[in-house]
């Protein structure tokens, strides 16, 4: 179906094939992402931090069948807001279109935090704020030249990930195949000692962090050259692929920690438990190359996709009036939302050099982040029940009620095992965003969506009635 047929014109370039949406989301979920999160990860899972990769990659593949359901069904640009102001409400769409931007807000500032830190790691000269505004200037610039500047740069950053992550994978097996580390086994998967289904919950709480990004591609519904069947095979390649790439890597770098106790004792407060991992399998050559690549991965690649996924949501819910209506405002000779690119780097830039300035200002932006992909997650589930029972029931009970019903319940149990922090951010946010639809009810500009086109032969039902006859 084509946007037209939900009421808004084509203003996007339909740039995007299936290869470059698989990179778009490999990009966005990092192939190396675990790199800069690695030790808090091991230490919330007792050092099982494979199995927690593995968990977390079943609940986000449960998800990404939802998104299939519903990105066929509403191939739009603003994913799980526009899904459920369709399916259910439009006042439904716009909490959780509140609740995901705390997400897609926040994840370009914690780019840039993250990457400002490994790259201060390096060269401690520069404060960790001014690489925050190195990386958003950069990203802002790459991504208002347009959607073509952003896919080629994409191949680019993907292949070089891949090549740091050869590298590593390569010289932890030899390293451990000549006894470095402590040997070949299975206790990153499960140790039963100490294994618990709360305590993995609570590390697939923090490990989660690495697979947000495949969700993005259903904002790309507008860019994707084939539309809604080019998005849904591309979210499931990119989540296959790269939960494959975390659980090596995580399990690898476990069998190497130069000191596992002390780890899961005390924790990661440097951020450089995977580098020293790195350093014991190929030397400091190494834990320096995967530091800077972990710098460059997260604060340009990842950065870069995410603003670009930041400025599509705005957008979405500006055109809709619960916005901004500057933020809709698409640039005509590049095809881009400009103002919303421009607004995210600005609310990037002030917030990430203030957290830039806190001690716990990664672990802020991360239960941000977190809480608020659960929670658009599950309101995606619940959307592919409400409107499989509201649409007559059609379509199979597997795909339209019992993988949601599994996806949502798994969602919940994190969110309950996961850090207070995050509950406690998460609802105060959903709680502004609560009053903020009380205000719009009260003066009258109630959330609402475009009506289709009279006369559109591409509505759905005209479709059926004509595939039908």
């Not at 014109?9 to 949406?21: A, G, K, M, V, W």
């Not at 959607?147 to 994978?169: D, M, Q």
């Not at 440097?270 to 190929?282: L, N, Q, R």
């Not at 009620?401 to 919940?412: D, E, K, M, N, Y």
Request: charged share 10%; with cysteine; hydrophobic share 55%.
């Amino acid at each position: 179906m084509p946007v037209t047929t939900f009421g808004y014109p084509q203003q996007l370039r339909r740039e995007l094939r299936i290869r470059d949406l698989i990179a778009y989301g490999l990009i966005f979920m990092v192939v190396i992402a675990p790199f800069g999160i690695f030790g808090s990860v091991y230490q919330a899972s007792a050092g099982m931090i494979a199995l927690a990769y593995v968990v977390g990659a079943a609940a986000m593949i449960l998800t990404a069948s939802s998104y299939g359901v519903m990105v066929e069904k509403y191939p739009v640009a603003g994913s799980v807001y526009g899904y459920a102001g369709r399916a259910i409400a439009p006042a439904v769409g716009f909490l959780t279109g509140w609740a995901i931007l705390l997400d897609y807000v926040c994840i370009p500032l914690l780019l840039s935090l993250v990457a400002g830190a490994s790259m201060n790691s390096i060269v401690p000269g520069v404060p960790i704020g001014a690489w925050v505004i190195i990386f958003v200037v950069a990203n802002t610039v790459i991504n208002v030249f347009g959607i073509r500047t952003t896919k080629l740069l994409n191949w680019l950053f993907l292949a070089a990930e891949l090549v740091v992550l050869l590298i590593f994978l390569g010289f932890g097996l030899a390293a451990i195949a000549d006894g470095k580390g402590h040997g070949f086994s299975l206790d990153p998967f499960y140790n039963g000692t100490t294994f618990s289904w709360s305590l993995i919950l609570g590390a697939v709480s923090i490990g989660m962090l690495s697979y947000l990004g495949f969700d993005a591609l259903g904002l790309l519904a507008e860019d994707a050259a084939d539309g809604a069947r080019t998005v849904r095979r591309a979210m499931y390649a990119s989540l296959l692929l790269v939960a494959a790439l975390f659980i090596a890597q995580t399990w690898v770098a476990a069998l190497l920690v130069p000191d596992p106790a002390g780890l899961i004792a005390n924790g990661d407060p440097a951020g450089s438990a995977f580098y020293d991992a790195a350093e014991v399998a190929g030397g400091p050559w190494l834990g320096t190359l995967t530091a800077l690549a972990t710098a460059l991965a997260w604060g340009v690649a990842n950065n870069m996709v995410a603003q670009v996924a930041t400025s599509r949501l705005l957008m979405a819910m500006a055109r809709d009036r619960q916005l901004p209506a500057f933020l809709a405002r698409v640039s005509v000779s590049r095809s881009v939302p400009t103002n919303a690119i421009l607004a995210t780097a600005v609310v990037s830039l002030g917030i990430g050099v203030w957290m830039a300035g806190r001690d716990d200002g990664i672990t802020l932006m991360s239960a941000m982040v977190n809480f608020g992909a659960m929670i658009a997650f599950i309101v995606l589930h619940v959307c592919v029940i409400w409107d499989w029972v509201k649409n007559g029931r059609q379509g199979g009970v597997l795909r339209n009620v019992v993988i949601p019903v599994l996806g949502a319940g798994v969602l919940i149990a994190v969110i309950l095992h996961a850090q207070l922090l995050a509950q406690k951010v998460g609802l105060i946010w959903l709680g502004i965003g609560a009053l903020v639809l009380i205000f719009l009810l009260a003066t009258g500009r109630r959330p609402a969506l475009p009506e289709v086109p009279a006369g559109d032969d591409n509505t759905p039902t005209n479709r059926a009635v004509t595939e039908h006859v």
